[in-house]
């Protein structure tokens, strides 16, 4: 399927935890993200299948199948019911699926030189509470200063997570590094905890604070990142909270965001 569809690739098929599945549909675009799932579904269909006895279709059947499908649900998506029944609409040539070229742009933004970038995530499940924080810091070529994970007690919601990842990763920061720092948070409310007082008065009120005494010490800049932007930020706070388990690594990468640390950098233009 990969030959007409763009799916994950060999790197992000990685067993990062419990929900590694989960992991990587996050890191794939919308797009890929719907192949991906088509994909398994008709896997687990063939795997039924063969446990009840039916022969296995060839890989072109299967294939012919997929696109087949996709296309049909293209066109619920472009045409009504009525339109579709009554055939008022292109033929089915021109509602083949394209495959979109690869985002770009979408890489992990270095710092400037002379600066460290702090990528935060936090992550909560709202059946069991769990709730954990990701955070990693990276200096202009990309090398890793310190990253770590750490599960969250007590929290309420998702916002409170990212509240507490940029908390305790600007603290880590100022531990590990003298540089100034940008902080990476693709969360545009709790980032601006740094800079305003809408949440001053809330229920974090207690983490604002804490936030704010560390922009005491050193020169932190908040910056937005797209989600995809912030793959391994993500990626330490989903390990911390689906394996209940907290660290922090020097200098170098643990081995849940190892092989996605180079390739989540944008590459240095010459000038």
Known sequence: MIIVWRLPSQELLQDSGKEWLLNV???????????????????WSLRSDLTHGKDDPPVTATSDFLQSYMNSLNLCGRFSTDDI????????????????????????????LGWAALSVDGAFMQEDGSAAAGMILRDHEGSVIF????????CNDALEAELHAIMQGMALALQHSALPIVVQSDSSTALGAMTGDSLSRSAYGHLVLEIKR??????????????????????????????????????????????????????????
């Open 25 to 43: 549909l996050a890191n794939c675009d919308d797009h890929m993200r719907d192949c991906t799932i088509m994909l398994i579904w008709r896997i």
């Open 85 to 112: 029944l009554k055939g008022k609409m292109p033929v089915v040539r021109d509602a083949i699926v394209e495959v979109p070229a690869p985002p770009m742009g979408l890489h992990w933004p270095r710092p400037p």
């Open 147 to 154: 990253a770590a994970y750490r599960c969250i007690f007590n």
């Open 214 to 271: 560390h922009l005491q010490d050193r020169e932190f800049v908040p910056s937005k990142l797209k989600r995809e932007q912030n793959r391994v930020a993500h990626r330490l706070a989903l390990y911390s909270r689906t394996e209940s388990t907290t660290a922090v690594w020097l200098g170098r990468s643990p081995p849940c965001i190892e092989e996605l640390v180079p390739l989540d950098c944008n590459p240095i233009i010459m000038e």
